[in-house]
């Protein structure tokens, strides 16, 4: 397991801290919201799983695409989509960055790569096989990458995916969640293994663990495994240690939950809190960066209540290309 | 100023018509020569145009039998008042006078509409519903109904189950409806099924009545057909769009025969006898409606394919119901062909005022003499019944047998 | 005018789209050497290489998920489902993903993806390798659904399919990759949506897809022998569905047969009867007749299966019932 400091600038792990300090607060935002009835739907929050979302969308380039999943806000805006958008989006207005069609589980930016969140676990596997078949196809240096968690990899488009991308060593990059909870079922009722890299392996995939909740050490293991599949050697497999410090989704009693392992799990393992030890940073500067983020949050949630209702009718669109 | 729309004459003998449906709704305007609505006469359904500009201010008869100069509609300026008009009710046989047309289908549905049509014991039916169930009937049947304004409760289905199909209600149409059809409507099943007469059976009836006091005589000759079946194959070789029948031959050697037996080629008119100069040949045809005896004039004059594109053309406006009065008018002798239904002979009515008809049955291969020999032949037998006031027995034989040595001998004919 | 079977169609559509733009290349089980299942790529790899003429695992739904991400990456994929039956292992990706993708991203991306497909009765393949599913598709907003009946329709209707920007769900019959007929020495693409009056009458309209469209065809010819005159429409298009065509043809026979060998419980023909029935009420003439197979599995004795789908004499069954001979 990585995890030791690397060889990041300063600079570039402030860059990290803001991302994930907005991520966040976004979050927390989202929270808010929908305890006061503003925002339709349900949403699942991804605090405690920042570092992935962080550590791998900062090591992707421009041109790099992604299928995330149902608890997409984390990859979203660490792939650069606006926090307005994203909170419009969750709004149903038509700034959203999926015009109110998607939704919190379906976000999609297409300009950035985002090839849409998905409300069906292991539903984006396939599809991120075939981008990376198409960059495979016509030469281009570009990787995808699929978001999943370790519930996903007992669902068939888990094994299919990585069968076939093996089988034709597309650039592609598998990156696991390991958050521990399919939903409300823990690791022990659901996967016969402790460690999940073995299904990789078994396709003979190449393969890495990391600590999630390191933000660096997330983000040098995915730029590996990225300059890996680039180079045309074939897809990887990702295996990031990670924690929900939160429900499956908003509103989750987490009666599952054993007493007291969220606190302590919140006390030990806050991506955050981590690298802020890491950078050793002063109370008054990141205090100055957490008031930032959160003032971006409040503004993303002025937009999108400032923001348009689609019509009924607008419904009837984009069914058809 | 507006002007009232009367029923016009349209032929010889016209005395009513019966308004099959308008072709304007009032409030439409209306150009003098538009086809106004759609009259079905004693022989022919045709359109009747506008005689006026305007507006169309006032139907006075939507539909129903009407006497000849009676006032059916106002045309006039928009907005302008309608003046009273005394409209009488149909002229013949109809004993009530036309209600109010009861709407075949209510805008606001009564009670007894929305009853399921499984309930129990039904209660006894208010005195105008019919029959009190649902009376069964294809949406298409149901929409011509609506549009002619005729109560499908007073017809019998022949589709499935009893179901009223398009074809039953085309069939109603022709007949006078609503007062009548009520009156004939509770007839149930298994029952005398009373069908009043369309105008078309009412004028074969009324003519074949006139006929019967006409003194008429047959006489029957056959024709071995041989001559005329390799004619006709060799003209239907040579003109494979006409297709010409051994009906045409024969319309052709009618004429050519009436031109040399002037007599036959004429008509009873009371005081005297018109003697006609142009073999114009009726074709008797069955309808749905009933009998029309579209007219091919001068016959004599045309080629036996031109003979068949006119008959192919009248036969087939006939079955359509699409023939104008034109069509039925100037007849001088009648042909009427029975043997498609395998009939040997017949003897037919006279067509009056026409002085003779010939009746023709089905070519058959029948053993004849020859020479001494039995040997086979296609023959056809032709019965010509004649008016005895115009025409003498001899007269008549000398007509058929030449008749027949041009159908077994078409070059004489030359 | 060159004579084309079915299956020589299918593969000169997919052949020359695939010569004339590199971004079409075709995915499936057994494709390659040995040519596709029902011989439909025969002679492709030879022509276009083993990356354009990819054999693929048994694997429906990663071979599916496959083509959608590389249609969303402007590709325009051909993914070969070996038999119809098998659409069930793709179904999340066809219908949550394929479908939808455009959708949810607010109409951001496309999916051009291209599903052929083919099945059908009438050879004994058994339950699991016989049924008729094209109905499913057309109850999902976002694919479109092509089932085309001769040579020259699925040569036309497939080149419009590779280059439509959704996914096409287009299914082929197996007993009609033999049918020959001439065709147009250039590929002449049919638009999506467009019916096929195959033959003209005015009693009754038939409304056959498939197979069945040739079994109308046979029961028209025989009608006619009756005295009935029978039109017969093929819609091949079955989303987006040229409603019009069908409307028209029976308000002008006021006579309507639906004929397909799927079920008929909850077939296509249900679908097209109640387009019937709404748009052309006032013009019908007799009930709706529906020919399909009897409500079971497609089973594999052969005198069982003649028994369950249907047959050109079950379309004329129907057309006399609606003209009231039944």
Known sequence: MEGKRGSLSQERLLVFMREMLLIRHFEEKVEERFRAGELPGFLHVAIGQEGVAVGVCQAMEDSDVFASTHRAHGHTLARGTHPNEVMAELYGKLEGCSHGYGGSMHLYDIERGNLGANAVVGGGLPGIVGAALSFKLRHEPRVAVAFFGDGATNIGTFHEALNLAQLWKVPAVFVLENNHWAESTPASQQLPIDDLEKRAVAYGMHSAKVDGQDVEAVHRAARRALEYARSGKGPVFLDCETYRLVGHFVGDAQVYRPKGELKELRETQDPIVKLREKLELPDEEFEALDQEAREIAEASVEFAKAGTDPKPEDALKNVYA | ??????????????????????????????????????????????????????????????????????????????????????????????????????????????????????????????????????????????????????????????????????????????????????????????????????????????????????????????????????????LVERHPDERPTVTDILTKVCALALMRHREVNALFVGDAVELYPSANIGIAVATERGLVVPVIPGCEARTVAEIAAARADVVTRAREGKLQAADLAGGTFTISNLGMYGVEQFIAVLNPPQAAILAVGAIEDRVVARDGEVVVRPMLTMTLTCDHRTIDGAKAAEFLRTVKEFLEEPGLTL | MAEMSYREAVRDAMSEAMRRDDDVFIMGEDIAEMGGSMGVTQGMLAEFGPERVRNTPISEMALVGAGIGAAMQGMRPIVEIMYEDFTTLAMEQIVNQAAKHRYMSGGQVTVPLTVRTQGGAGWSPGAQHAQQVEAWFVHVPGLKVVFPSTPTDVRGLLWSSIYDDNTVLFFEHRTLYALKEEVPDQLEPIPLGQARVHREGEDVTVIATGRLVHEALGAALEAEKEGVSVEVVDPRTLQPLDEQALVDSVKKTNRCVVAHEAVVRGGFGAEVAAVIQHQAFDWLDAPIERVGAKFAPVPFAPVMENYVIPHGSDVLDAIRRTVGRG
Do not use: H
């Not at chain 2, 009710?89 to 007894?112: I, L, V």
């Open chain 2, 1 to 234: 100023m507006a002007s009232q729309v009367t029923l016009p004459r349209l032929g010889q003998g016209m005395e009513s018509g019966t308004i099959l449906r308008w072709l304007k709704s009032e409030g439409d305007p209306v150009e003098k020569g538009e086809p106004l609505y759609e009259l079905d006469t004693e022989k022919v359904t045709q359109e009747v145009e506008a005689e006026a500009s305007g507006t169309l201010l006032k139907i006075l008869v939507p539909e129903g039998e009407v006497a000849v100069g009676k006032t059916v509609a106002i045309i006039g300026e928009q907005g302008e008042d309608v003046p009273e008009v005394d409209v009488e009710g149909p002229a013949a046989p109809a004993a009530e006078a036309p209600e109010p047309e009861p709407e075949p289908e209510p805008k606001e549905p009564q009670p007894q509409d929305e009853a399921p049509p499984a309930q129990a014991p039904e209660p006894a039916p208010p005195a105008a519903a019919t029959n009190g169930g649902r009376v069964k009937a294809s949406p298409l049947a149901r929409r011509i109904a609506r549009e002619r304004g005729i109560d499908l409760a007073a017809l019998s289905g022949t589709g499935p189950e009893g179901r009223i199909v398009a074809e039953d209600v085309e069939r109603a149409a022709v007949s006078p409806p609503k007062a009548a059809a009520a009156a004939a409507a509770p007839a149930p099943s298994g029952e005398v099924e009373r069908v009043e007469l369309t105008s078309i059976r009412r004028t074969v009836a009324r003519r074949m009545t006139e006929a019967w006091a006409a003194p008429a005589f047959q006489i029957t000759m056959s024709a071995e057909m041989t001559r005329a079946q390799e004619l006709r194959a060799r």
